[in-house]
């Protein structure tokens, strides 16, 4: 069974249908076939109204360049992504400002993200002049509404970005992002550079925004437990595919797919081996020439000959029909 099979259409705010990303390709000056990477393959999901979307994996499996794709800072080789029922690549075609008003990224590095020549009111008000057209009156009451938000005095507007922590820093890029009043944010590995307490703060606040906003997020990162305590439902990627998708407490109770798995057992824990260490030699597929089947089949514990033929489709594979696995023989199989 599909997803679009158990989701209402009504609750769907983005779709992404048969998206896939390819990097270089093409012919050279005097012919030559030139390599390309597969970045994202054949990706199929929806994302409901209200939800936190958790997407994990291991680094080079396409989150980042999946969400890329989802606001709009590049565009799809194949496939669709739709917004609200509407277009988003036409959207961003014709538009690129209104698109910026319904979806915006939250970046992995806080201070990078900072402009470091313009204080803090600039930066936040750039979104407000361009996106929303308010004026000087408006601005003011904006700024401080968001500064407040983010627990942040409205004092701080007037420093640079380098007086701020990386956590303080990583407020204020949640606030710009606010600042366009969206509907969904795509947040990046937002708490991976910072320290685990302050991760708990800046965690706190987007549960809170999420609640008094109304918003949506996609959260993308690598660490588990985080994707764990904030996602409503998670989607385990692996060399550019979807492998699994389900609410976050049936994938991390009982995972189906040997990849999602390998990536819980491999979760820090004193004491316990790291399952990945066995796993380290194992040759990884190559991403200029990925196989016809799937992907993991050289690490896969319960592989089977057919799937070095074809890439398995993301499909319900046990009890429920909401927590689908891309995968042949799944742990769960009757």
Do not use: W
């Amino acid at each position: 069974m599909s997803e679009s099979m158990t989701m209402n259409q009504a609750d769907t705010l983005l779709e992404i249908s048969d998206v896939s990303r390819l990097f270089g390709g093409g012919k050279s000056l005097f012919g030559k076939v030139l390599p390309a990477v597969h970045a994202v393959q054949n990706v199929n999901i929806k994302v409901r109204k209200g939800e936190t979307l958790g997407i994990v994996g291991e680094s080079g499996c396409g989150k980042s360049t999946l969400a890329r794709l989802v606001v709009g800072l590049d565009l799809p080789t194949d496939g669709a992504i739709t917004f609200a029922g509407k277009d988003m690549v036409a959207e961003v075609k014709k538009d690129r400002r209104q698109m910026a008003r319904k979806v915006q990224y939250v970046f992995q590095d806080p201070v990078a993200s900072l402009n470091p020549r313009k204080k803090i009111r600039t930066i936040l008000e750039a979104p407000l002049i361009q996106l929303l057209k308010l004026n000087a009156e408006e601005r003011e009451a904006r700024l401080v509404e968001l500064m407040e938000a983010v627990n942040l005095a409205p004092e701080f507007l007037d420093r640079y970005p380098h007086e701020f922590s990386g956590g303080q820093a990583q407020r204020i890029g949640i606030a710009r992002a606010l600042a366009a009043d969206p509907e969904l944010i795509v947040l990046d590995e937002p708490v991976s550079a910072l320290d685990v307490s302050v991760q708990a703060q800046v965690l706190n606040i987007l549960d809170d925004l999420k609640e008094k906003f109304g918003l949506t997020y996609i959260f993308i990162s690598h660490d588990l437990s985080v994707v764990e305590s904030i996602s409503d439902r998670v989607a385990v990627m692996y060399f550019g595919r979807m492998v699994e998708l389900g609410d976050a407490a049936d994938v991390f109770a009982e995972a189906h797919h040997p990849y999602s798995r390998l990536l819980l057992k491999s979760a820090p824990v004193p004491g316990r081996k790291s399952m990945l260490s066995e796993d380290a030699n194992t040759e990884l597929p190559d991403p200029y020439n990925p196989p016809p089947g799937c992907a993991f089949y050289a690490r896969c514990p319960r592989r089977l000959d057919m799937c070095t033929n074809e890439a398995p489709k993301l499909d319900a594979a046990g009890k429920k029909a909401d927590h689908l696995s891309a995968c042949f023989n799944p742990e769960n199989k009757d």
